[in-house]
């Protein structure tokens, strides 16, 4: 059972433009989500996180948005740099980030230069 | 400050054999989690320690174990290997309870076979 489902396992974007990689959940509970970004031979690196009570959460080139009602969250890059080009992680987690993290199956971002 | 420290990097093993992973967290982190990732699976949670206790556990069958000890430093083992255990072991510690702020070690790919 994918409580946190990555739909679309790859992207490619032009370099300078938006990269916009979604994420869905089925586990009502889930409150904290976060992204990770992980390049080959490296652990996952954190990215940015959002908490329920916010819908909206910008850090820099990335935003991340909350949709809760149809719980879909989505991360926003812009402008795509050549050194964004990684697996990209959606977590879910319950009790604000109290309980284990539960990932997707990550979406392969390539730029294309 | 050093970052999660996960030994050894690869390691092949046979079917049947016993494994044993290596996680030395951030310095003060007290908590532990590990995490199986597979192609198109993403990440799984397998277990999660705090302060030498199992808090959190993932749905494996009985054959992944671990431990932490007095140091924070956490190990896992894997018995009677099959060939679906090949994937890459993560390693993920955090100051206290909350999943927010978890960093991960570079992983140790262990392939059986």
């Known amino acids: 059972d994918q409580q946190v489902k990555q739909n679309s396992p790859s992207l490619s974007v032009q370099e300078g433009r938006i990269s916009i990689l979604n994420c869905d959940y089925t586990n009502s509970m889930f409150d904290y989500f976060l992204w990770y970004k992980k390049y080959p031979a490296e652990g996952p690196t954190f990215l940015i996180s959002i908490s329920s009570i916010k819908d909206k959460n910008e850090d820099g080139r990335f935003t991340v948005f909350l949709n809760k009602s149809a719980k879909h969250l989505s991360l926003h890059i812009v402008p795509s740099q050549p050194g964004d080009s990684a697996v990209y992680f959606c977590a879910a987690s319950a009790n604000f980030g109290n309980e284990k993290l539960t990932f997707g199956t990550g979406t392969r971002l390539t730029i294309i230069p | 400050k050093a970052g999660v420290t996960q030994t050894p990097r690869y390691l092949i093993k046979t079917r049947g054999q016993q494994v044993t992973l290596s996680c030395s967290p951030i310095s003060g982190h007290r908590s532990v989690s590990w995490y199986q990732q597979t192609p198109g699976q993403g990440l799984q949670f397998l277990f999660e320690?705090?302060?030498?206790?199992?808090?959190n556990k993932g749905n494996f069958p009985g054959r992944f174990s671990g431990r932490q000890f007095s140091n924070s430093r956490s190990e896992m083992n894997v018995s009677t290997l099959e060939l679906g255990d090949s994937a890459l072991y993560l390693c993920?510690?955090?100051?206290?309870?909350?999943?927010?702020?978890?960093?991960f070690g570079q992983g140790t790919r262990l392939t059986v076979v």
């Open positions: 993920a510690s955090s100051l206290g309870g909350a999943y927010t702020e978890a960093f």
């Open positions: 320690y705090f302060s030498e206790t199992q808090r």
